[in-house]
């Protein structure tokens, strides 16, 4: 018998969360998140987790594993995922993977690539690099020697480009090549992959909108409380920190900040779009602006899943 898993994926702001409890009602379902933010405690209003009365109605996985002054990876994210997975199995309940976050939901799907270990020597070197002529120099480093890995890091992930450059000097091959190599699920799984979508000015008002909430909900509060404490390179990223902090030096006023920070979020979104739509395994369910996310549910359950 297949084991089946099911894919919620979608840009930030779509309104996956919901809809991916409702979904989980209707299937008896549990909910794995697949958020490379939504790991860290205490980042609750920044990286939109589930409300508390959503994570009381469904079982939620893989949300406030570390501390943001910790590091989480993808093997980690893959072997934990996994193995809730098999406990879901055993029990006969469903994993439902939700987020959008492109590189997690790959290395769940598609496996990791051979490992590569680690090389200090190297990163020294390319540290300082970034260090001395910015991220962005590094960037077209990695855009001459592996183009394919460059479309898909942004420009100032310098913990990725770095990783690609440390592949390509130690292997002499591209990251993007050795990717190929991934053993990812099995024929012994049944995988349902759905993405959400609406048109882009629906979709940047439905973000513009969630980052009010997120000031109305206690958003500065919070960033301010994480800013006294040690973040990691990953938790330092989070959409809000470096545009709150910002207006904390008095750089710029709150409106601006707040600005900012939609303004970063669209981006975002439309990275994650780009890194979707490469995958034909996705089954596009298009919402309208007045969408609930029992209507959404319905349309999959009724459509692909009944």
């Not at 001395?132 to 990695?142: E, I, N, V």
């Not at 001459?144 to 310098?158: F, K, L, Q, S």
């Not at 909108?209 to 990691?232: C, H, N, P, Q």
């Amino acid at each position: 018998m297949l084991r089946k898993i099911i894919f919620l994926v979608g840009p930030t702001g779509i309104g996956k969360s919901a809809a991916a409890v409702s979904l989980a009602r209707k299937l008896k379902a549990e909910i794995i998140s697949c958020d490379s933010m939504q790991v860290y405690r205490g980042m609750n209003i920044i990286t939109s987790k589930a409300l508390c009365a959503q994570r009381r109605s469904v079982k939620h996985h893989l949300l406030d594993v570390v501390t943001p002054a910790r590091e989480y990876n993808v093997a980690r994210y893959r072997n934990e995922a996994l193995a809730i997975c098999d406990k879901l199995f055993k029990k006969g309940s469903l994993p439902l993977f939700v987020g959008g976050t492109g590189l997690y939901y790959s290395i769940i799907i598609d496996g990791l690539f051979p490992a590569v270990p680690e090389d200090k020597k190297i990163r020294i070197i390319l540290c300082k690099q970034a260090k001395a002529k910015g991220s962005g120099w590094l960037y077209k480093k990695l855009a001459r020697v592996d183009p394919i890995a460059a479309g898909r890091i942004h420009p100032n992930d310098t913990r990725r480009i770095i990783r690609a450059l440390e592949v390509f000097m130690l292997t002499g091959s591209p990251i993007s090549s050795l990717q190929k190599q991934r053993k990812g699920l099995g024929p012994e799984y049944e995988v349902k992959i759905f993405g959400l979508n609406t048109n882009r000015e629906s979709l940047y008002k439905r973000i513009n909108a969630r980052v009010e909430r997120m000031f109305t909900l206690g958003l500065i509060g919070e960033v301010k409380r994480l800013l006294k404490g040690k973040l990691s390179k990953t938790a330092s990223c989070a959409i809000g920190i470096k545009e709150l902090k910002g207006y904390f030096n008095g750089d710029y006023p709150l409106e601006e900040a707040r600005r900012l920070i939609q303004q970063e979020s669209r981006r975002y979104a439309k990275r994650q779009l780009t890194w979707f739509r490469k995958d034909k395994r996705i089954k596009w369910i298009n919402i309208k602006e007045t969408e609930t996310p029992q209507g959404i549910a319905r349309a999959i359950y009724k459509e692909y899943l009944h």
